[in-house]
């Protein structure tokens, strides 16, 4: 009666032990699981992290792009611009060249006819 009593006794300690080894294998495989799934969301957020980066460095390079053809732009306007300046100086310059030539002349004829109306007197 009494090994009776003590293989009853080691048979409920085998079997709470591997009752205890399921448990543990059980609580194991889940936080292996929740281990992984924790992994593959920080993955995920790293993802989604540089994918944003990603998107606000080009949107940055477009708009500095933007910016640069616009400056091209107001640049070449200018330079335009200078360019019309530079001939309507040009062309008045000339204006005022022909002019004061034509009233050097004149003065000249003027200059001969009082000359000429002297002598004749």
Avoid at 99 to 104: F, G, S, V
């Amino acid at each position: 009666a009494h090994a009776k009593l003590e293989e009853e006794k080691r048979r409920k300690e085998e079997a709470k032990r591997k009752s205890d080894e399921k448990k543990a294998a059980v609580d194991a495989r889940k936080a292996e699981e929740a281990r992984k799934k924790e992994e593959a969301k920080r993955i995920a957020d790293e993802a989604t992290a540089a994918a944003l980066a990603r998107k606000k460095e080009e949107e940055r390079v477009k708009a500095a792009a933007k910016a640069c053809i616009e400056e091209d732009k107001r640049l070449e306007e200018e330079r335009r611009l200078a360019e019309l300046d530079q001939r309507k100086k040009e062309r008045a310059e000339r204006e005022a060249e022909k002019k004061r030539l034509e009233e050097e002349r004149l003065a000249s004829e003027q200059t001969k006819k009082a000359e000429i109306a002297r002598a004749a007197e």
